[in-house]
């Protein structure tokens, strides 16, 4: 048996069993990553004694009979920019290539209360800005299921570390689609939690009205598990919520009989690859066997989010990333005055996708153009908001392709912004709208690539969205496949 191969829930009844111990687990998840990592770009730190130190800790409980937590003894692994005490947080960036986090984000705090075994943290985009993970500085990540491809981005890594087995699961960030897409290329599940349900705190921002943090996994079941253990309010995240985490894995089974699906328009439209498309007709004509009805939406906005989107984040980018100056953390380029070390250390630390990100949300907020770029796009979000609040008094859960196509090659896209920002076209009204998100495997294409579905429902509603994912899941195989890495 490959233990690495094994889900969340499996592994832990495993670990129950004494079939297995944690130590093991994380010596054959480490094995992994020595035989692939160079192959596939995946793990930037590997925190190898921290992992068997966690393992041999869980081992002990074990013997002695304790009850084990949710995730204890299971090896995971974290995007480069949470902040794991000790380790480095690059985020993808020369400008923090050598910078150590000084204290655990709230997400990491939370898995370690639950005894899980931290393997290292992965590669990004440089500071979550891509949908290919090729803007880290890292240099790019490869797809296991072609090592031609890209994995997706910006959380490329974690989901190539859960396909290629280096890892049970990882947790990621998506502000745009950053966990959905690359769960999607990668042939494994994705959860984007409702905006607020998960505590931000120590994770790098990007765009803060849109940042989100959730699980990379191979099943739904695990994907429930872990958002248990990581949602909830934190004292030092003011946008999180008071609702009250429930116990998502417990009711995962209750079936979808009788549940209206909505299949709204405007995502099947022009540029949908006929592939995708056929993969996801046969996954609603599955939702109908479930029992599920389908009834066809209509999201009209839908067809401004991507520009409106593409406002706002580099707004909010411009301002968040002013606090890499040369000053307070990782690279200072101090030649000269004040002025020239910020110009220095910006000019040689940040990438080009940043610093076009930086000059359009500077530019967008600036006086004179604030009110025709931002506070108009603030509108439009509000009306994309409004269509899934109506949408959502008419059906349960709403089902799309996650992306309009299977993952692309590495370097098709890179030096060509428009394109590459084509690709979220799905993905970003979900985070303008702050509802959550679920990509799960439905098929692959005739060349072997995996293809999602993307599965939405209302803001803190994620008990029906998993457990939608997870009836799908029962009926169907697609996320038992794993790559044959060669
Ligand atoms: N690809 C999108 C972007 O580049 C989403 C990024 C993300 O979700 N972090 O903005």
Redesign the pocket.
């Given at each position: 048996m490959n233990l690495n191969y094994l889900t969340i829930s499996e592994a832990m009844d495993g670990l129950r069993a004494k079939q297995f111990s944690s130590q093991e687990l994380t010596t054959a998840c480490l094995e992994q990553i020595k035989k692939y990592n160079k192959k596939i770009n995946v793990f930037i730190t590997v925190t190898e004694y921290l992992a068997l130190e966690q393992a041999q800790i869980v081992d002990r409980k074990i013997n002695n009979g304790d009850k084990l937590n949710p995730l204890a003894g299971i090896p995971c692994s974290l995007k480069d920019v949470f902040c794991l005490k000790g380790a480095k947080a690059t985020a993808g960036s020369k400008i923090l290539q050598n910078y150590i986090a000084p204290y655990d984000a709230t997400t990491v705090k939370l898995i370690k209360l639950n005894d899980a075994v931290i393997l290292g943290k992965v590669n990004t985009?440089e500071f979550?800005?891509?949908?290919s993970t090729e803007t880290s500085a890292s240099g790019a990540t490869r797809n296991p299921w072609d090592l031609s491809c890209v994995p997706g981005?910006?959380?490329g890594g974690s989901a190539a570390a859960v396909a290629s087995a280096m890892g049970f699961y990882s947790l990621g960030?998506?502000?745009?689609?950053?966990?959905r897409?690359p769960a999607c290329f990668c042939g494994i599940a994705g959860l984007k939690p409702t905006y607020g349900r998960v505590s931000r705190y120590g994770v790098m921002s990007?765009?803060s009205s849109?940042?989100t943090i959730g699980p990379l996994a191979r099943s739904v079941k695990d994907i429930a598990l872990i958002l248990e253990a990581i949602a909830g309010v934190d004292i030092n995240d003011a946008t999180t919520s008071r609702e009250p985490v429930i116990n998502y894995a417990a009711k995962l089974g209750k079936g979808i009989k009788g549940l209206k699906i909505g299949i709204p328009q405007e995502y099947f439209g022009q540029g949908l690859d006929p592939e995708v498309a056929a993969i996801t007709d046969s996954a609603i004509k599955q939702f109908k066997k479930l029992g599920a009805r389908i009834v066809k939406i209509s999201l009209t906005y839908t067809k401004y989010a991507l520009a409106c989107?593409?406002i706002i984040?580099p707004s909010e980018i411009s301002a968040n990333l002013a606090r890499y100056d040369g000053i307070r953390y990782g690279l200072s380029k101090s030649e000269g005055d004040l002025l020239a070390t910020y110009l220095q250390t910006r000019a040689q630390g940040l990438g080009d996708?940043v610093k076009r990100?930086i000059i359009i949300g500077t530019y967008a907020l600036s006086a004179g153009y604030y009110d025709a770029y931002y506070l108009k796009a603030q509108k439009v979000r509000t009306l994309i908001k409004q269509d899934f609040e109506k949408a959502f008094k008419q059906v349960g859960v709403i089902l799309t392709p996650t992306t309009p196509r299977p993952a692309f090659k590495i370097g098709e896209k890179n030096n060509d912004p428009l394109t590459?920002?084509l690709?979220?076209i799905f993905?970003?009204p979900i985070?303008l709208a702050g509802i959550p998100g679920l990509s799960i495997p439905a098929g692959f294409t005739k060349s072997g690539l995996p293809v999602g579905v993307q599965l939405l429902a209302k803001q803190f509603n994620e008990e029906d969205l998993l457990r939608t994912g997870y009836a799908f899941e029962q009926a169907t195989d697609y996320h038992k496949m794993y790559p044959i890495i060669d």
């Open positions: 985009d979550t800005m891509g949908s981005g910006s959380s960030t998506d502000t745009g689609g950053s966990i897409q990007m765009a849109l940042d989107y593409y984040v996708e990100r590459m920002y690709e979220d993905t970003v985070n």
